[in-house]
């Protein structure tokens, strides 16, 4: 089921939650991952199409799907991208930097390449594509400024930076990216992240003296 965390006018951005898996580097974990529907009652982005397809489709109805966008190409974010994208007829998006991941899942490229200030127009809104590399080379947030909103996939969460450690990833350019590019953002920026609960740029920008380096990243 569809939560709507944020709107203006007619336009809502909803969370849906699925879970599966992640893996990588040999090891497998269980994950609920959040996917975020951005529009109106006409169209829609859907953002991190994740696990499975049946629920987001649910909670596209019969709106025509903008576009169909990845904050990074880790398996738990895309599994179901292809099967949202075949079912409603939109292009797939995805930074270029993450291919290397991507195709790991599928054997058939994203359709178009996302780059740092691409916009996307849908409904009263547009998402901004903030490139943030550090969780993997080519993660990408999507601010939508009317909503005061920015979905940060795995890049910032709730207590700080999202993990690094594993293959392709690096603790000093996750934080380089907080730092320089969505601590940049209003204090009051709602941060929508892709596992867990929310929070706020203020909130993340006030408590970094207390982040720590992950042992091994």
Known sequence: MAEVVAGQGDTKLERVVTSGTFSLDGGTWDVDNNVWIVGDDAQCIVVDAAHTAAPILEAIGDRKVVAVL????????ITAVREVA????????????????????????????????DRFEVGEVHLEVIHTPGHSPGAVCFRIPELGAVLTGDTLFQGGPGATGRSFSSYDTIVDSIRTKLFALPADTV?????????????????????????GA
Not at 71 to 77: I, L, N, S
Not at 87 to 116: F, I, K, N, Q, S
Request: aromatic share 6%; glycine share 12%; proline share 6%.
């Open 70 to 77: 990845s904050t990074h190409g880790h398996d738990d974010h």
């Open 86 to 117: 075949q079912a409603t007829g939109a292009p797939t998006y995805l930074h270029p930097a993450d291919r290397m991941l991507w195709d790991r899942v599928h054997d058939v490229a994203p359709d178009r390449e996302l780059a740092d200030g």
């Open 191 to 215: 941060v929508f992240t892709g596992h867990g609960d929310s929070t706020t740029i203020g909130e993340e920008a006030a408590g970094q003296d207390g982040w720590e380096r992950p042992e």
